[in-house]
C-alpha cells in the first residue's frame, strides 16, 4: 500500500477524476441538500471541492521529487492548473441549460481553494513520506 500511495500516477489519477466529477456535476441542475441551500453555501462547496482537488495535485507533482521538493513552483503550478480548471468550469456551466457560469465569486472561490490545499499539503506531505 505504502509504494502504490507513493506512486505519482495514482495522485494524478485521482486528480482526473476529481475533474471528471466535477464536470459531471457542473454538467447538472443546482440542486443542494436540505441543510446546504443556506447564503454562500455554493461558495463554500466551490472552496472545498477545489482545496481536494489542489491537495490532489500537489501530491502528484510532490511525488516526482520527494526528496527535493520545490514548494514554490509546485504552489505556483497548483494554483495554475487548479485554477485553469475553475475557469473552464465556470465556462462550461455557462453553456448547461438551467446553470449560470462565469461567477466571479465562484472562480474566486476555486482559487481561494487551490491556494489553501497546495499550502495544507506543503504543510502535511510528510504523510506521503
Known sequence: MRRL???PFLWLAAFAVWF????WLSSRVNDFPPGLDFRFSDKLLHFGWF???ALMFSAFLYRFTPDSPR????L???VLVVGLTGALDEWHQSHVPGRSGNDPADFTADLLG?????IAFRK??????
Open 5 to 7: 500511495v507513493r506512486n
Open 76 to 78: 505556483a503550478l497548483t
Open 20 to 23: 471528471g466529477t466535477l464536470w
Open 114 to 118: 487551490a491556494f489553501a490545499g497546495a
Open 124 to 129: 502535511a506531505h510528510r504523510l506521503l513520506a
Open 71 to 74: 514548494w514554490g513552483r509546485s
Open 51 to 53: 482545496f481536494g482537488g
